[in-house]
């Protein structure tokens, strides 16, 4: 076990637990909203956090070293979806003032049914969600610190327990902000590094689009060239289609501005202006991240092939100083040390077709005829780097402290959802409506500590099946479809109605679970995709199909009470807002101090 | 908003946010799927740097815009807000 990779752990979640004690919760609007006073740009970079998960900070910049132009859907999907919660959402649903997702759904269509669906699809996107993040927080301890993989998550699950179940959301925004710090300062300064060593510029945004060092050729021709000698598709091209990038990059995208666990982070400040420059902030602070990676994944794509491809291989049994030096002699190149050093992990693999003893990497049609030989996992592009670019041994300790920072803070902003759906939701809202404030604190902890319980076993129980990669294609989907529509024209068009909310909701969580289950696991051949639209981007197409059933059967049927026009005219224009309906007259938000 | 002259206002305000939102929607879709998807191919003629225009768009471009669209839009709101004696 490395001294560093333990002491960045043990000191990032000892501070995490020292925030989680100073930020207890006390009462249920602290528990949910932190109070609803949050600094905007404090919450913005809560929300960073709390957005970016293990997959952001350790998978994404490897996907896009392996798919080129073609994981430009990520980099787009990701953060275009802000500009529509800035735009359509986060303002009116913060003037709105309650504390969850189908907290507005309940109210704004007068309906325990609406409620009810929208806690399930909320849970859904949560649970789905949350069982990658789990599985990421075991595999770094497992792979890391040589725990048991189960260990590892039931450590993570401690963790997450102490600020979210003592300080809830107060806790959880804390403890987010201390988290982005780690994370981010962890994905920088290696791509600095990288980014210095391949193209001389020590800004990975200007090295990206920079020429590669003494080449006097942009960067990324070179890594055209070599990908196309190699056999490679183009780096800059993708075999994707241009509708299937499209909608892609829009089911992220409104899925995005749809899950709960981004939504209810800009109920925590004080009004609609402030959730207002919050998303901007969120967005300036994922934004670091988000173009740093495409040039993360550049840079380690044209490394690896570097270093990696046509070196000579050394076994473990051999003694690699001399071994290498060997080889040196002879004017070969020796298999890199980092190579050796994340073998051990199962991340990179090598199997010597030719019996030349020498690693060749290619790609499904090399020119030279010869097979691959080199399997590296997408995974290992960011956590190599840091020895990649020789950086001393404390910075990759970092880079797992920031794996772990990125994960525990999605997870744990998962759990409030998931807590706050049950506790709020289903027992103060549907079924006892007479609970105290303080039962209902005691109830949300409950089910926060019953929150992280289930979201271990399913940890732990999703990763033998190792299906959680492609289940993360439901949350988006599930949140693009089910609740956005609804939302939007609950806040939009004062016309819609209860009826037609539920048939939009039902419409798109049906459809939509439908068509990815279906090409998912029944039949898995992307010929029979409808339009050529794969499983992660159908989510776009069925919110229409769900906003157009929606607005179809609002039309036949009444119109909303006069007193929900009035609600939603309200929530519209900051400052005018008060209590509208029956289950709004006892829980309406208090008047701005 | 009970009284007459509140709702006129309201409409007002209302309009001239949905006004906003669409066109900075327009841009929103155009740096993105338009520069970035559909039009990338034509866009790709003209290089930044040593990068494609419509692949830098893609991996790049499309995040700075969309950064500088939300700040617009705060700007623009309380402008709006100004305007109409609204108070967020």
């Not at chain 1, 997702?101 to 929208?118: E, K, L």
């Not at chain 1, 391949?198 to 890594?223: D, H, R, S, Y």
Request: with cysteine; hydrophobic share 50%.
């Amino acid at each position: 076990m490395d001294f560093w990779t333990l002491f960045f752990v043990v000191t990032t979640f000892g501070l995490y637990i020292g925030i989680a004690i100073w930020a207890r919760a006390g009462s249920t609007d602290e528990f949910y909203v932190a109070g609803h006073h949050v600094h905007p740009t404090v919450n913005g970079m809560a929300t960073a956090a709390d957005w970016m998960s293990a997959a952001s900070f350790l998978s994404m910049a490897g996907l896009i070293a392996f798919m080129g132009y073609g994981g430009s859907v990520y980099l787009m999907g990701w953060t275009g979806g802000f500009v529509l919660l800035a735009l359509l959402l986060a303002p009116f649903l913060r003037e709105f003032g309650k504390f969850t997702v189908p907290d507005f759904v309940g109210d704004r269509y007068y309906s325990t049914t609406a409620r009810v669906i929208a806690v399930i699809c909320a849970l859904f996107v949560s649970f789905t969600y949350i069982a990658g993040q789990m599985k990421g927080v075991g595999v770094a301890f497992s792979g890391f610190l040589g725990v048991p993989f189960e260990w590892g998550i039931v450590i993570g699950m401690v963790i997450v327990f102490f600020y979210a179940v003592l300080g809830g959301m107060k806790g959880v925004t804390y403890t987010q902000v201390a988290q982005y710090c780690v994370l981010i300062f962890a994905f920088t300064v290696p791509a600095i590094f990288m980014s210095l060593i391949i193209t001389g510029n020590p800004v990975p945004q200007l090295g990206f689009i920079g020429e590669a060092k003494g080449e006097g050729v942009a960067m990324l021709t070179k890594l055209n060239n070599v990908l196309n000698d190699l056999g490679f598709g183009e780096y800059t091209q993708t075999d994707k289609s241009k509708i299937d990038m499209f909608c892609i990059t829009a089911a992220l995208m409104f899925g995005t501005a749809g899950l709960p666990h981004v939504i209810i982070r800009f109920f925590t400040v004080k009004s609609a202006g402030a959730a207002r420059v919050s998303a901007g902030w969120a967005l300036v602070f994922i934004a670091i991240l988000y173009t740093t990676a495409p040039a993360v994944g550049a840079f380690a794509r044209i490394n690896f092939i570097d270093t990696v491809n046509e070196s000579t291989y050394i076994a473990d049994e051999e003694d690699y100083e001399s071994r290498a030096a060997e080889i040196e002699a002879d004017g070969g190149k020796p298999v890199p040390t980092w190579y050796k050093d994340w073998e051990a992990t199962g991340l990179l693999s090598f199997e010597d077709r030719n019996g030349d003893g020498i690693m060749q990497y290619r790609g499904p049609d090399a020119p030279d005829g010869i097979a691959n030989e080199v399997t590296p996992d997408r995974d290992i592009f960011v956590l190599a780097n840091p020895q990649i670019a020789n950086l001393p041994g404390w910075v990759i300790g970092l880079v797992v402290a920031g794996g772990l920072a990125a994960a525990l803070s999605t997870a744990a902003g998962l759990l409030m959802v998931i807590s706050s759906a049950v506790s709020h939701d289903l027992c103060r809202r549907t079924i006892f409506r007479d609970m105290t404030d303080k039962d209902e604190l005691r109830v949300a902890r409950i089910s926060a500590a019953g929150a992280v319980l289930c979201a271990g076993l399913l940890g732990i129980f999703s990763s033998q099946l190792g299906f959680v990669a492609q289940v993360v294609a439901f949350a988006f989907g599930l949140a693009a479809a089910s609740l956005f529509p609804v939302i939007f024209l609950g806040i939009f068009w004062t016309r819609m109605n209860k009826e037609g909310a539920i048939a939009a909701m039902v419409t798109g969580l049906t459809t939509t679970f439908g068509y990815i289950y279906w090409f998912k696991f029944v039949d898995t051949n992307p010929a029979h995709w409808v339009f050529g639209v794969s499983p992660e981007g159908i989510g776009f197409v069925f919110m229409w199909l769900a906003a157009a059933v929606g607005v179809a059967v609002a039309l036949a049927t009444k119109a909303p009470p006069e007193d929900i026009r009035e609600l939603v005219e309200d929530i519209r224009v900051p400052g005018s807002r008060i209590a509208h309906g029956a289950g709004d007259r006892d829980m309406a938000p208090l008047p701005r101090d | 908003m009970a009284d007459e002259s509140g709702k006129a206002r309201a409409k007002a305000y209302w309009k001239d946010t949905v006004r906003l939102t669409i066109g900075l929607l327009v841009i929103w879709f155009t740096v993105s799927y338009g520069a970035g998807i559909l039009l990338r191919d034509w866009l790709d003629q003209v290089s930044i740097g040593g990068a494609p225009l419509g692949f830098w768009f893609a991996q790049q471009g499309s995040i700075y815009v969309f950064v500088a669209l939300i700040f617009y839009y705060c700007f623009a709101m309380r402008r709006i807000e100004k305007k109409h004696g609204v108070e967020a």
